[in-house]
């Protein structure tokens, strides 16, 4: 979460002065993230099954998703399906806020592929998504740092760590922002979708190493 609080401004800024921060999605998925992320640092502190059946959960949802975008992509004539309602979106950033904060991840990699595979453009994904990244990582570091003077256990953010992957994500999301109007729609599914089935894969390897 910390990592995605410092690495989120760059690309932020970038998508701002182009205008992509001005749809109503990153609203909608804000509405449901931000509570979302709240209720799923309680749970982690309270009632959390452990990492491993998480990883395994969002490898059994991302690979599925990352083989989708991929095989669509490289058939470009296939229809996309018709976009996901407001109260599907509402709930699906409930959902992946509340992963969120029991994880520590801002949901944007889960976000993206489900968004992308219904249809909704990249250049309307990528700004939405972000923005709700970002955000959702500063209410989930601050619920953190919160219920850590209340309960025992090592649960504060990792500052300094997050400081150090943020640093390098911050100048990689700003160049990320600034090539992704330059990129075709099917290069961008394609790249999506590989990242989403690589990440499957790795956390498939770590959840039964």
Do not use: K, N
Not at 13 to 39: E, F, H, K, N, Q
Not at 49 to 67: D, E, I, K, Q
Not at 68 to 97: E, F, K, M
């Amino acid at each position: 979460m910390v990592a995605a609080m410092i690495a989120g401004p760059g690309a932020l800024a970038r998508y701002r002065r182009a205008g992509g921060l001005t749809g109503p999605l990153a609203r909608l998925l804000l509405a449901g993230t931000l509570p979302g992320v709240v209720l799923g640092a309680c749970i982690r502190v309270f009632a959390i099954p452990g990492p491993r059946v998480f990883r395994l959960v969002v490898a059994v949802v991302l690979l599925p998703l990352g083989v989708w975008l991929i095989a669509r992509a490289a058939h470009p004539g296939t229809r996309d399906r018709q976009p996901l309602s407001r109260r599907t979106v509402l709930g699906l950033g409930l959902a992946v806020g509340t992963v969120g904060g029991i994880y520590g991840i801002g949901g944007g990699s889960l976000l993206g592929p489900i968004l992308a595979g219904r249809g909704t453009p990249m250049t309307i994904i990528a700004p939405a998504a972000l923005a709700c990244t970002f955000l959702t990582s500063i209410a989930g570091a601050l619920t953190y740092g919160l219920l850590a003077f209340t309960t025992t256990g090592d649960i504060a953010p990792h500052w300094t760590l997050g400081l150090l992957c943020g640093a390098g994500g911050l100048i990689g999301g700003y160049l990320g922002a600034r090539l992704q109007p330059r990129l075709p729609e099917r290069t961008l599914r394609l790249l999506l979708g590989g990242l989403a089935t690589a990440l499957a894969v790795l956390y498939l390897s770590q959840s039964i190493a």
